[in-house]
């Protein structure tokens, strides 16, 4: 299928390591963040959400920090698998204004 | 439980001529926005639709139009395609929370728009 994100920056990670892979937002006033997962020839696919009271959330194998002093947002991603290699963006909006601004994205490769 | 659905998945069209695209939302969605996302680059806003009406538009020119239907399902038109148009378009269908919070958006496989 079509590549996505042919020039972005690149993590590569050994398979069974921990990935981290850090977004900077743009609006200081944005109180909703997400991060979504795209692998190629398919759409976005959502991971994990936080709200700007909290400043860290977890899921599954998944962790987001949030730093609004610095509008810094990271996700952590523990025990990389092969299959969690794609592209990953994070997502900012502001409460009433109904859009979703994404960051420039970040290929993750987990090496065998 | 059927996800967001979007057709066709491939399109090619020549300057000047009209498209339309077309989404499902998720089963229980009743909020429909489309973004444009060019190769190595983050989708872009283009708007939301809620209620039949378009709620908040991105920075697009007016060439791109939408509706929304009673079913909540929605098109996407271009007008006049440029060479820049060619992109992936994405459809991503929600809740709507009326301004009093973020929800996830959830995204289709989008159309791949080539303009020749």
């Known amino acids: 299928g079509e590549s996505v994100g042919l020039h972005l920056p690149t993590l590569s990670v050994q398979e069974g390591d921990n990935s981290i892979i850090n977004c900077a937002y743009s609006n200081s006033a944005s109180d909703y963040f997400i991060w979504y997962k795209q692998e190629s020839g398919k759409g976005p696919q959502f991971i994990i959400d936080?709200?700007?009271?909290?400043d860290k959330r977890q899921g599954q194998r998944v962790t987001v920090l949030l730093n609004k002093t610095v509008k810094h947002l990271s996700l952590q991603i523990a025990a990389t698998q092969p299959g969690d290699s794609a592209v990953y963006f994070c997502a900012e909006t502001l409460s009433g204004t109904y859009k979703y601004i994404f960051g420039t994205g970040t290929r993750l490769k987990v090496l065998a | 439980d059927a996800g967001v659905t979007q057709s066709p998945t491939h399109l090619i069209k020549t300057r000047g001529q009209q498209v339309t695209l077309r989404c499902s939302p998720k089963s229980g969605h009743d909020t429909v926005s489309w973004y444009q996302q060019a190769l190595g680059q983050g989708p872009q806003f283009i708007f939301q639709y809620y209620e039949e009406e378009e709620r908040q538009r991105g920075n697009f020119p007016d060439r791109f139009s939408g509706h929304q239907f009673p079913n909540y399902s929605s098109e996407l038109n271009v007008n006049a395609l440029l060479l820049g148009d060619s992109a992936l378009y994405l459809c991503?269908?929600?809740?709507?929370?009326?301004?009093?919070?973020?929800?996830?958006?959830?995204f289709g496989d989008g159309t791949r728009l080539s303009i020749l």
């Open positions: 936080i709200r700007s009271n909290m």
């Open positions: 991503a269908s929600s809740l709507w929370t009326g301004g009093r919070g973020g929800q996830p958006q959830h």
